[in-house]
T-cell receptor, first 117, second 113 residues
Framework: AQKVTQAQTEISVVEKEDVTLDCVYETRDTTYYLFWYKQPPSGELVFLIRRNSFDEQNEISGRYSWNFQKSTSSFNFTITASQVVDSAVYFCALKIGRGSTLGRLYFGRGTQLTVWP | GAGVSQSPSNKVTEKGKDVELRCDPISGHTALYWYRQSLGQGLEFLIYFQGNSAPDKSGLPSDRFSAERTGGSVSTLTIQRTQQEDSAVYLC???????????FGPGTRLTVT
């Protein structure tokens, strides 16, 4: 079975602080994909990043960076120098690479990030 | 380009009535998904269409829920005899193909009174 755990329900930081959102996943498949989505107060889910199970390279995009570690089944997301506009719910998701349920995403419960000015 | 669109944005219905929710995917996307989001259940997968293959209906919570996709594009999610527990935001997403990222629409907020 597939499962995604985001243990942090809520995080509050002050602007300019760095913050890391944790994501731990479970799957027996060797081929899978991991995603992060952002859901701002407006409600629409916004795609941030996709990684496949064969690529453990960390990625940086501006103030965002992602740390993928297969040894610990984790795909953590760090925001550097946080800003008020980063306030949102962040979801980690898993998709397996084969089988009849190929397309569906398994979502974590999300982490509500609040950045105070 | 245009993103995924959904209609209506809000729907209030009485218990026992049928409702239809519509999704227009991004042009050229072959895969289409329905999810629902509620406070108690988080983001739940409902159904997935990929090209001309049989849809994956494994997430539909009961036989009151059904969905179709016409001409490989627009999709309609139908809920018959709505119940209060059906109240949620219904999200549609599309992707180029199975292994690509999914792009979500703004959702339809369904309230069953």
């Amino acid at each position: 079975a597939q499962k995604v755990t985001q243990a942090q329900t809520e995080i509050s930081v002050v602007e300019k602080e760095d913050v890391t959102l944790d994501c731990v996943y479970e799957t027996r498949d060797t081929t899978y994909y991991l995603f992060w989505y952002k859901q701002p107060p407006s409600g629409e889910l916004v795609f941030l990043i996709r990684r496949n199970s064969f690529d453990e390279q960390n990625e940086i995009s501006g103030r965002y960076s992602w740390n993928f570690q297969k040894s610990t089944s984790s795909f953590n997301f760090t925001i550097t120098a946080s800003q008020v506009v980063d306030s949102a719910v962040y979801f980690c998701a898993l998709k397996i690479g084969r089988g009849s349920t190929l397309g569906r995403l398994y979502f974590g419960r999300g982490t509500q990030l609040t950045v105070w000015p | 380009g245009a993103g995924v669109s959904q209609s209506p944005s809000n729907k209030v219905t009485e218990k026992g009535k049928d409702v239809e929710l519509r999704c227009d995917p991004i042009s050229g996307h072959t895969a289409l998904y329905w999810y629902r989001q509620s406070l108690g259940q988080g983001l739940e997968f409902l159904i997935y269409f990929q090209g001309n293959s049989a849809p994956d209906k494994s997430g539909l919570p009961s036989d009151r829920f059904s969905a179709e996709r016409t001409g490989g594009s627009v999709s309609t999610l139908t809920i018959q005899r709505t119940q209060q527990e059906d109240s949620a935001v219904y999200l549609c997403a599309s992707s180029l193909s199975d292994n690509y990222e999914q792009y979500f629409g703004p959702g339809t907020r369904l309230t069953v009174t």
